[in-house]
């Protein structure tokens, strides 16, 4: 039976390893929105394995997991999935023995969530309004690359500043978020920083769901460079 092995790698990564070793593998063989599907599916379930058991990015991970695939439809072999945790704590493989049968049996509750961009990417776009405001995007994984789902709209005055997110996700889910920041000169100290907090807003749930068609509009507005 075909197996899917993401090798040793820091825990941060292991989602965009995973999907890029599935696409390569089943390459011309199966549609790929449903190896996308397939990836989402086994990622969500180990986001909220990693979460529960307390894996830090900088953890290094190896994850290891058969399938099958059935009628062009990839099914998960969830009794031999395998997870290796190195860190400097000994007690973490023996967490995860013990968690992850009851996330397992989570599962469906787990995957059947609407998806949530866990994995995104901000990225500078430029300066507005003679140079009150700077803009961003948001990117999150579609297929093999990125696509852009979000802006950020970022404002200080001295030292302390505030950002707007807007996002609408491939599924048609829009969001709004608005965060603090700290003032820096560097945009890409503020992408990493705008990205960390979004990560963990939306993780946690505190995004706020609005409408779609609204949220475009507002897309449109916010990444205008005037």
Do not use: C
């Amino acid at each position: 039976m075909p197996r899917v092995s993401s090798g040793l790698i820091i825990a941060g990564a292991y989602a965009n390893k995973l999907r890029r070793v599935m696409f390569a593998t089943l390459k011309g063989k199966i549609d790929s929105k449903e190896v996308a599907r397939a990836s989402g599916e086994l990622n969500a379930l180990l986001f909220e394995l990693f979460r529960e058991i307390g894996v830090e990015k900088g953890d290094v991970v190896r994850i290891t997991i058969e399938y099958e695939i059935v009628n062009g439809k990839i099914e998960w072999k969830w009794d031999t999935l395998e997870v290796q945790h190195y860190r400097l704590v000994e007690e973490s493989s023996t967490k995860i023995k013990e968690l992850l049968p009851r996330v397992l049996e989570r599962r469906e509750e787990v995957v059947a969530r609407p998806a949530l961009p866990m994995e995104i990417e901000v990225e500078y776009l430029g300066t507005v309004k003679e140079g009150l405001e700077d803009v961003y995007v948001v990117k999150a994984p579609k297929e093999e690359t990125y696509a852009t789902i979000g802006a950020v709209r970022v404002l200080f005055r001295n030292e302390e500043g505030g950002a707007l997110v807007v996002m609408v996700t491939p599924e048609g889910r829009a969001f709004r978020y608005f965060m603090k920041l700290k003032y820096s000169p560097d945009p890409l100290e503020i992408a990493k920083n705008v990205k960390e907090e979004l990560i963990k807003a939306l993780s946690e749930n505190r995004v706020e769901e609005i409408d779609r068609e609204k949220a475009k509009e507002t897309l449109k507005e916010l990444i205008k460079l005037e």
